[in-house]
């Protein structure tokens, strides 16, 4: 059957129901309501509350009585009572209606009461004499365009709904455990309720539904590296040298990490883990730790880096280490040579070299290792998923182990990148000391810039950040050109710029040179958002922050505050709102990059954060990731469990319909 074919649906209301995205019924059955009226419970009329919907049962006592309004509309009054109390029921320009309304007979009526020529008054509400469907009952209220009526939709809901077989969609052990039923009943409940309790407990077992077969199509997926056997690491000798050699204390969240990666590659499964912790939070020398546990276990090593500079500031750490240990590292970047490219792909054969750093350069399909036994990628959300996976099909079996300095709510975590397990720093070495971080309006640059002078006479070095590189016509935002024109005039020191603009070479050339101290102020876009590492560098200065996003701005904060010395962010503003200048305030008053992280899924909702939002279309239909945060993540666990012996059948079975229902597949999620 086609919506088509439905009863009262003409071609206006086809395509009012295409406008709510409703194309077959399916989609009908699946139409999440925004909300629920209880226009089932009777009120007596002395309780009535003006502007709070209740039901009445009144007898019509006297009219109708006609009057016109100042703007000459109809108006027909009707004096009613339950007995005890009397009600006014109003009708503007509605005659049809008050021809139904008849005298000493008792009719429900619905609506929001309000006060009305100083009488407590339904104005335009509905009535019946005998209860239906949508009144006597618990309605639900859909999200509606012009040409659909709720009542039309719920009609059209009925019918959809009966056509509806059901099928199976939860596990039967996972349905006992939430004593969640079947998804038809569920339906029915959500749609045509008895009571409003009866309706959440079924939208809540739909959320958890969708959320599950979420995680059974992201399995599913063709990006999802399923658990499989892998290389066994050894418990040696060296990761502890290693560990007792540090230089400084581990903080608790590290310690946690070392344990994860320590338990997931000595087990038979290969490990497939992401290291999430703030800037700054020492994910370095828990990756180093898994690089000297692997060498030591008879293994190479490949570590993937976004740019050159992050690739060479690996290397150089991991050098240190493996000249202690006696390990042979390399470097490999579009600068190596060929020669010392054929020297690097000579000895990843023989397996003489064990570690190997680089760029992308790493994935190129003559770089072959003779023994693999550890992937590591760094600030892994500048990857695409393409690259990571073309890095880890070097080697089935690999240990995997990704980093993000991106902090994102768990939930979402689970969502994006549902097939890895997570370990999360939330600690920073205790010596860090927190960053200044002052938020001020744009007409405070002078006192701004005279700050930033008197730290490049200290001999530090200060970044300015710019939402734009060049001018425009159309806003009037800071360019990173024109401040950069503009501190040449203001500074006697070295300032250089860096936009996206700037070819990928003179980057390299810039960055090198501001981390040796040569150039005092480095201006530009927000392309220096990646972990580079400048321990000199002690000021930011953020214009027009009110264009960025908060987890934006803490990562850009997060530039500054390497060294020993005391750093500064400084945010300027032009915001016109008081909520902005609000918004902004949270990253002042807040250091942690997870409570910032949630924020900013609260504040931009995790569509855009996951970058579903372009198409407008509704994605999860039951599910809302900032109210079932608990549901996201209980189901997850759940779903891991289960995966571990399923039965195959029932899998199967589970994951068509999952397809069928749902079509969560081309919703864009796990592309
Ligand atoms: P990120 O997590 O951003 O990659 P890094 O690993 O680069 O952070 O660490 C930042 C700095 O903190 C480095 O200089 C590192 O040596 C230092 N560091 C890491 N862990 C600790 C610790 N537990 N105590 C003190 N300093 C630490
Ligand atoms: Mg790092």
Redesign the pocket.
Known sequence: MELKDLKNIGPKRLEGLNKLNIYNLNDLVFYAPNYYEDRKTLIPVKELKEGVAALVYVKIISGPFYKKTSRNMDMIIFNATDGERAVDIVFFNQRWAAANFKRNLSYFVFGKPSMFNNKISFINPIFSQTKTDELGSVVPVYPLTKAITNKVLRQCIKTALGEFEDVLVLPRSIAEKYNIINIKTLLNFVHFPDTISEAEYAFKSLAYIEAFLFHVMKYSGRSFSKKIDGFVLKDTEEEREFLRNL?????DG?KKAIVDIKNDSESKKAMNRLIQ?????????VSQYLAVKTVASGYQVAFMAPTTLLAIQNYEKLKTVSERMGFNCCLITSKTSKFEKNEIRKNLITGDLDILVGTHSLLNEDINFKNLGSVII?EQHRFGVKQRDALIEKQKGANILV?S?TPIPRSLALILYGDMDISE?HSM????RKIDTFVVAKNEMGRVNGFVESEIKKGRQAYYVCPLIEDSEKSDLQSAKSLYQELQGKFDCNIAILTGQTSEEDKDEVMEKFKNGEIDILVSTTVIEV?I?V?NASTIVIMNAERFGLAQLHQLR?RVG?GKHKSTCIIVHNAKSEDTYKRLKTIERNSDGFYIAMEDLKERGPGEILGLKQSGTQKFKFLDFERDLKIVEESKIDFDLYIQDAPKDEFEVIKRNATDIFDIMDNGVLN
């Open positions: 230089p400084f204390l581990l903080t590290q912790g703030d800037v700054g939070s020492g994910k370095t020398v760094d980093m300095a720093i070495p205790k010596d860090r972990g590492d321990p997060g390497r």
